[in-house]
T-cell receptor
Framework: EAQVTQNPRYLITVTGKKLTVTCSQNMNHEYMSWYRQDPGLGLRQIYYSMNVEVTDKGDVPEGYKVSRKEKRNFPLILESPSPNQTSLYFC?????????????FGSGTRLTVV | SQQGEEDPQALSIQEGENATMNCSYKTSINNLQWYRQNSGRGLVHLILIRSNEREKHSGRLRVTLDTSKKSSSLLITASRAADTASYFCATDRWDGGSQGNLIFGKGTKLSVKP
């Protein structure tokens, strides 16, 4: 089944403890992206990647890192999480970066930083 | 930064009625997409309409696009309780000649009562 898989689904962590949210897609998509969703603010893009080793900042990149060493994986790294990063995170992928196709989303990761 | 804005923010209807949601955007686009999100879950791509198209159908969904007014509408006919979800429009954004990205509005929350 074609899908984007995020792990974990839920995560509670403490301020300052580094964490990684994994994202993997099995559709050979070139484009991948991370979003966060907060009440009243909608979906905001954190980082995106056009292809392997090509990443760029979205609208809210502060406090996050990403890497794209392989086409299928696009992990989101929080080096020193803070409470304002408590949010619902989504990874998405698309065939290319031309926005000619719909995005496929993962099921989401609900992160709580205490 | 937000491109699309949905209207209304919330909509409550009875099963069997039609539901219409609107989206307005600010800049020129190549295409506009609609997504559905069930509570706390990942977004699901519904339909993509290109800037040179005026109307598109998919099952019970009908999408229109008016580029002169920078607006789109999503019509769900003969609604069902299972249509209860949030609906988002998304448009591509081209940043100074770089590749495009998809940015989302804040969504319309649709409630269909049995």
């Amino acid at each position: 089944e074609a899908q984007v898989t995020q792990n974990p689904r839920y995560l509670i962590t403490v301020t300052g403890k580094k964490l990684t949210v994994t994202c993997s897609q099995n559709m050979n998509h070139e484009y991948m992206s991370w979003y966060r969703q907060d009440p009243g603010l909608g979906l905001r893009q954190i980082y995106y990647s056009m292809n392997v080793e090509v990443t760029d900042k979205g609208d809210v990149p502060e406090g996050y890192k990403v890497s794209r060493k392989e086409k299928r994986n696009f992990p989101l790294i929080l080096e020193s999480p803070s409470p304002n990063q408590t949010s619902l995170y989504f990874c998405a992928s698309s065939l290319d970066g031309q926005v000619s196709y719909g995005y496929t989303f993962g099921s989401g990761t609900r992160l709580t930083v205490v | 930064s937000q491109q699309g804005e949905e209207d209304p923010q919330a909509l409550s209807i009875q099963e069997g009625e039609n539901a219409t949601m609107n989206c307005s955007y600010k800049t020129s686009i190549n295409n506009l997409q609609w997504y559905r999100q069930n509570s706390g879950r990942g977004l699901v791509h519904l339909i993509l309409i290109r800037s040179n198209e005026r109307e598109k159908h998919s099952g019970r969904l009908r999408v229109t696009l008016d580029t002169s007014k920078k607006s789109s509408s999503l019509l769900i006919t003969a609604s069902r309780a299972a249509d209860t979800a949030s609906y988002f429009c998304a448009t591509d954004r081209w940043d100074g000649g770089s590749q495009g990205n998809l940015i989302f509005g804040k969504g319309t929350k649709l409630s269909v009562k049995p």
